[in-house]
């Protein structure tokens, strides 16, 4: 796959595109842990080696503040803001707790510590919350992409966040017009892209920064100006109930006098005070939570069925998200909740606690690959769940 290869078809969906990345990296050897790549911002080999090039932007070197995202190719990214002394900042997970995490790291920390700070777990470990009254100044972006044109057009893995993290930056005056993103992926993730594909909500890059380049786009789309409401891309209902940072940001922007109305906003969706799922909360035994109006009903469990490679009815048209390292604990009941909570609503459950694992069903691929982004890094009890289409339908589609 060479850099920069046109697609077919200019009617490709950016589904379409992200599939093509996932597939290639996978088929071609250049995929790297956390696997499989699909359904997240892929870690490739080279991922070091292309971060290491941020430290040759003057951009980077006049940075004092920057924002790096939490995916695993970007480690090598967050490790050289700490390395050069610079206030890094990571966004904290699923936007759940608020917009950014410092990383501290400890007094004194040598090259090994600083390292160990740049992994997911040092993130966890070595960072404090951001407040929305902390007046950060972001002088630098760094995000991952799935895929991204010379032109500086990116595709995210489909939930969004990126795209949201910018516009709330901008809402609360952390970055400015000229602030400069930076994206680091592979050689073959660097795509002709058509701009059709993109909305006013997307997140532009000015800097691609792969194993081989660095290329800087001089990109001219203007990125977000901030939250857009009232757009069903931008923000829903679902949204805002899953991130309780947004929800503060729209009241202070309806204090302001900004039209903060979402297209989608109902009457019967107005109940928005649902928050993030903790595992005191899912390992409480917590009365199950009503579906939202008009989604299907979680079925009951299904049993004698072959739990490796599950068949049902209509299998030629049904995609099966695998969920495994359940908690012991865990009930049923307690998982359909979490699933109504991140409004995951498969068409049939196939529930085996006894060997720590389910079997969500779906009728749409679409629908199963919005569940695998949702599931993604979810963990329950303190055992993070192994979430992936299961065997037999990995390579569909």
């Given at each position: 796959?060479?850099?920069?290869?046109?697609?077919?078809?200019?009617?490709?969906?950016?589904?379409?595109?992200?599939?093509?990345?996932?597939?290639?990296?996978?088929?071609?050897?250049?995929a790297?842990?956390?696997r499989?790549?699909?359904?997240?911002?892929?870690n490739?080999?080279?991922?070091?080696?292309?971060?290491?090039?941020?430290?040759?932007?003057?951009?980077?070197?006049?940075?004092?503040?920057?924002?790096?995202?939490?995916?695993?190719?970007?480690?090598?990214?967050r490790?050289?803001?700490?390395?050069?002394?610079?206030?890094?900042?990571?966004?904290t997970?699923?936007?759940?707790?608020?917009?950014?995490?410092?990383?501290?790291?400890?007094?004194?920390?040598?090259?090994?510590?600083?390292?160990?700070?740049?992994?997911?777990?040092g993130?966890?470990?070595?960072?404090?919350?951001?407040?929305?009254?902390?007046?950060?100044?972001?002088?630098?972006?760094?995000?991952?992409?799935?895929?991204?044109?010379?032109?500086?057009?990116?595709?995210?893995?489909?939930?969004?966040?990126?795209?949201?993290?910018?516009?709330?930056?901008?809402?609360?005056?952390?970055?400015?017009?000229?602030?400069?993103?930076?994206?680091?992926?592979?050689?073959c993730?660097?795509?002709?892209?058509?701009?059709?594909?993109?909305?006013?909500?997307?997140?532009?890059?000015?800097?691609?920064?792969?194993?081989?380049?660095?290329?800087?786009?001089?990109?001219?789309?203007?990125?977000?100006?901030?939250i857009?409401?009232?757009?069903?891309?931008?923000?829903?209902?679902?949204?805002?109930?899953?991130?309780?940072?947004?929800?503060?940001?729209?009241?202070?922007?309806?204090?302001?006098?900004?039209?903060?109305?979402?297209?989608?906003?109902?009457?019967?969706?107005?109940?928005?005070?649902?928050?993030?799922?903790?595992?005191?909360?899912?390992?409480?035994?917590?009365?199950?939570?009503?579906?939202?109006?008009?989604?299907?009903?979680?079925?009951l469990?299904?049993?004698?069925?072959?739990?490796?490679?599950?068949?049902?009815?209509g299998?030629?048209?049904?995609?099966?998200?695998?969920?495994?390292?359940?908690?012991?604990?865990?009930?049923?009941?307690?998982?359909?909740?979490?699933?109504?909570?991140?409004?995951?609503?498969?068409?049939?459950?196939?529930?085996?606690?006894?060997?720590h694992?389910?079997?969500?069903?779906?009728?749409?691929?679409?629908?199963?690959?919005?569940?695998?982004?949702?599931?993604q890094?979810?963990?329950?009890?303190?055992?993070?769940l192994?979430?992936?289409?299961a065997?037999?339908?990995?390579?569909?589609?």
């Open positions: 796959a060479a850099p920069g290869r046109a697609l077919p078809s200019a009617a490709r969906s950016k589904w379409d595109i992200r599939e093509e990345v996932w597939e290639h990296l996978e088929a071609s050897g250049l790297e842990f956390p499989p790549v699909r359904g997240r911002i892929p490739f080999k080279g991922s070091l080696q292309a971060c290491c090039s941020l430290r040759e932007l003057d951009v980077f070197s006049r940075a004092r503040e920057v924002k790096v995202d939490p995916d695993k190719p970007l480690e090598g990214a490790l050289a803001a700490l390395q050069a002394r610079k206030t890094l900042l990571v966004p997970p699923r936007l759940r707790n608020g917009l950014f995490n410092r990383i501290v790291p400890p007094p004194g920390a040598t090259k090994e510590m600083l390292r160990r700070c740049a992994t997911s777990q993130v966890r470990d070595f960072s404090v919350p951001v407040g929305l009254d902390s007046k950060a100044q972001v002088d630098l972006v760094v995000v991952g992409s799935v895929a991204v044109s010379e032109k500086g057009w990116r595709i995210g893995k489909g939930e969004g966040y990126a795209d949201m993290e910018y516009a709330m930056m901008v809402s609360m005056g952390s970055v400015q017009e000229n602030t400069p993103v930076v994206t680091i992926v592979h050689d993730q660097v795509l002709d892209i058509a701009e059709e594909l993109l909305g006013d909500h997307d997140l532009t890059v000015d800097y691609i920064l792969t194993p081989t380049r660095t290329i800087q786009t001089n990109c001219k789309r203007p990125k977000p100006q901030g857009m409401w009232h757009k069903a891309s931008s923000v829903s209902s679902e949204m805002l109930g899953k991130i309780p940072i947004l929800k503060t940001l729209r009241c202070r922007e309806k204090q302001a006098g900004k039209d903060v109305t979402l297209q989608d906003e109902h009457p019967a969706l107005s109940d928005t005070n649902r928050a993030g799922i903790s595992d005191q909360k899912v390992m409480a035994a917590l009365p199950q939570p009503r579906a939202a109006p008009g989604s299907a009903p979680v079925l469990p299904h049993v004698g069925r072959d739990p490796v490679n599950p068949k049902s009815e299998s030629d048209t049904t995609t099966t998200v695998f969920l495994g390292n359940l908690p012991g604990s865990l009930r049923v009941s307690q998982l359909k909740s979490v699933l109504r909570e991140l409004q995951v609503v498969p068409a049939a459950l196939k529930w085996q606690g006894a060997q694992r389910a079997f969500l069903d779906f009728r749409e691929q679409g629908a199963a690959h919005r569940a695998l982004c949702s599931l890094g979810l963990s329950l009890g303190g055992n993070a192994r979430v992936e289409l065997k037999g339908q990995r390579n569909k589609g």
